[in-house]
């Protein structure tokens, strides 16, 4: 499905965005896919997870992980996910546990497409053994969690 055909779909309830396969972008001369309208961002904002914040024009999910075996089996998890998705973030763990996905699509300069929204979709639906302490505090945000 093309771009434009994508964000129409998500728009008008024919499809969910974790339904949609994200569109080829090889470069961005050849590429369907184009920086989404602010209008755009706040629409395709609905089909994901509140866990997402955009942030200098990315997507960012920042989250506690219950140990450092946690943190990694969630970014082997994400990986999993986007490179089956051919769309791939940034992923960092800080302080053994602290852990950072961002995305964003590297042939727009770092800016907003569909295939954004596709791919933090699908990652919310990766298993996540979060910090008890975190998941109290961040209950809304505490997606795809896992039994500790």
Request: hydrophobic share 50%.
């Amino acid at each position: 499905m093309a771009a434009a055909a994508a964000v129409d779909a998500v728009k008008s309830g024919a499809s969910t965005l974790s339904d949609l396969a994200c569109v080829p972008c090889t470069t961005s001369a050849d590429s369907d896919l184009a920086v989404l309208s602010s209008a755009d961002v706040a629409e395709m904002r609905k089909g994901i997870s509140a866990a997402w914040d955009v942030v200098d024009h990315a997507l960012e999910r920042r989250f506690v992980a219950k140990n450092f075996q946690a943190a990694l089996d969630a970014l082997v998890g994400f990986g999993a996910v986007a490179e089956a998705a051919g769309h791939h973030p940034d992923l960092h763990i800080t302080g053994f546990r602290n852990v950072t996905v961002r995305i964003s699509t590297h042939g727009l300069r770092g800016k907003l497409s569909v295939n954004d929204f596709i791919l933090a979709s699908k990652l919310d639906g990766v298993p996540v053994v979060y910090s008890p302490k975190w998941a109290r505090e961040n209950p809304q945000l505490a997606t795809g969690a896992a039994d500790a």
